[in-house]
């Protein structure tokens, strides 16, 4: 009967190690997959300012947001997180990697090596993002200024810096589907929800996260605390916190960060707004018809 | 009479350095409102919320400049928390670039002011000078927006 129970026990920790083997294991799109294509390095332009990839990536401390050399310190509740590298550098940044590879870290968060990119690396939105879209913004980096130097590693407690377990987070967060058009939607307001949900990546910080980092999916857009730690907060941008904004208050204020309230925004949407002034009116216009469309949800109390 | 005048003038100017050196959080507190309200003024403008007017719009890059001279002596090391302010400890941190960003304004909303003779000029100058306000709050204002 012992020897029963003993060999069930074992029985089932090879098939729980095996499941946890197969659910962590990093995901991949391989070079198969993607076919003969020619890049439009203008709409490469226009996702790296929809992207906002100067933000974090943006070599620290100079003007130019073109220079993607890394190492701004991104600050969260798991620790602090140093972006890495991905100017063109052969050694130091991107420039050795594969058009697959770029894909696979932009839909999988799966570096070249294989290894699982922390989610500070916003691709639970990224994976939105059409593979053109994506292969664009792939040939528009590779025509910016190579920079050197690797950054240095995260600044994690012990028990995050096993990359492995990364997968089980992906298993409940990362779904992996691109975005379909809403056929019963208009063009414009499909155009303004892919720039949100893809690569705008606005409901990283504009919704709350539970207690494992993920987002509050019945209270996306409607703001939370600072993620970056500090008593600060992000607003609400449903109807329930913006809901006295018109669309063209909205477009202000990814132009230019002007309120209607006569504010200018400040924190990481400052950054935002240095590249979402980069956009064409006609994009900034489908965003905010798009925002204005958001169900009103009630966010968590601001401090 | 011109003495009496004078008399309330220093007075008031007294009572206001009095307030400034007493009250430094709620003194640039009220700058910084002054700065939004003028903003807002200029944003109506420019939506055709509100008709343009040359003296409006001249008013705004004044404030705009009195703000940014004023402004860098209110953030003695003392007033690093209370009052309900929003300013960040990174001020006190980098004082040299936080008074030479205000220094920029200043300066940058008083030429402005001179540049501004009609709604054209206007609007070229107001998105000029208002590039500044997000440098700082990006860096040294607490994350509300």
């Known amino acids: ?303 | 009479m011109i003495r009496t005048a004078l008399v309330v003038a220093m007075l008031a100017f007294g009572a206001t350095a009095l307030v400034a050196q007493s009250d430094p959080i709620a003194a640039r507190k009220a700058l910084m409102k002054a700065n939004g309200d003028q903003s807002k003024v200029a944003t109506d403008m420019l939506e055709a919320k509100q008709p343009f007017n040359l003296d409006a719009a001249k008013k705004v890059f004044a404030t705009f400049a009195e703000a940014g001279e004023k402004a860098p002596v209110l953030f003695p090391d003392n007033s690093k928390t209370g009052g309900d302010t929003a300013a960040l400890p990174t001020i006190w941190e980098d004082k040299a670039d936080f008074t030479a960003r205000l220094a920029k304004f200043a300066s940058e909303a008083k030429a402005a002011g001179a540049a501004t003779k009609d709604f054209d000029s206007f609007k070229v100058q107001i998105t000029e000078v208002r590039k500044n306000c997000g440098g700082c709050h990006q860096t040294y204002r607490k994350k509300t927006s």
């Open chain 1, 1 to 303: 009967m012992l020897r029963k129970l003993v060999m069930l026990v074992v029985i089932l920790a090879v098939i729980g190690a095996a499941a946890f083997w197969f659910i962590t294991m990093p995901a991949t799109v391989s070079a198969d997959a993607l076919g003969s294509y020619t890049p439009d390095l203008d709409n490469g332009k226009t996702m790296f300012y929809a992207g906002g990839c100067a933000s974090c990536h943006a070599t620290p401390n100079q003007d130019d947001k073109t220079k993607l050399g890394g190492g701004l310190a991104l600050k969260s509740p798991f620790g602090t997180f140093y972006p890495p590298n991905i100017s063109p550098d052969r050694n130091d940044g991107i420039g050795g990697w594969s058009e697959a590879d770029f894909v696979t870290a932009m839909w999988k968060g799966t570096s070249p090596d294989g290894s699982h990119y922390y989610p500070a690396f916003p691709y639970t939105s990224y994976q939105r993002m059409r593979l053109e879209d994506v292969r664009d913004l792939f040939a528009y980096l590779k025509t910016l200024p190579a920079v050197q130097g690797k950054v240095r590693d995260h600044d994690l407690p012990l028990h995050f810096k096993i990359r492995r377990m990364l997968g089980g987070w992906k298993f409940l967060f990362l779904d992996g589907e691109q975005l379909r058009p809403d056929t019963s939607k208009s063009a414009q307001r499909n155009r303004g929800a892919y720039l949100v949900n893809g690569p705008g990546h606005c409901a990283e910080c504009h919704s709350p996260r539970n207690p494992l980092g993920g987002i509050v999916a019945s209270q996306r857009f409607a703001g939370g605390p600072d993620p970056e730690g500090g008593d600060g907060s992000v607003p609400n941008i449903t109807p329930a916190g913006i809901g006295d904004y018109s669309e063209r208050d909205i477009e202000r204020i990814l132009e230019s960060g002007d309120m209607p309230n006569g504010d200018s925004v400040g924190g990481a949407m400052a950054a935002v707004v240095a590249n979402t002034s980069k956009l064409s009116a006609d994009d900034r216009a489908a965003i905010a018809l798009y925002i204005k469309s958001l169900p009103p949800v009630k966010g968590p109390k601001r401090p």
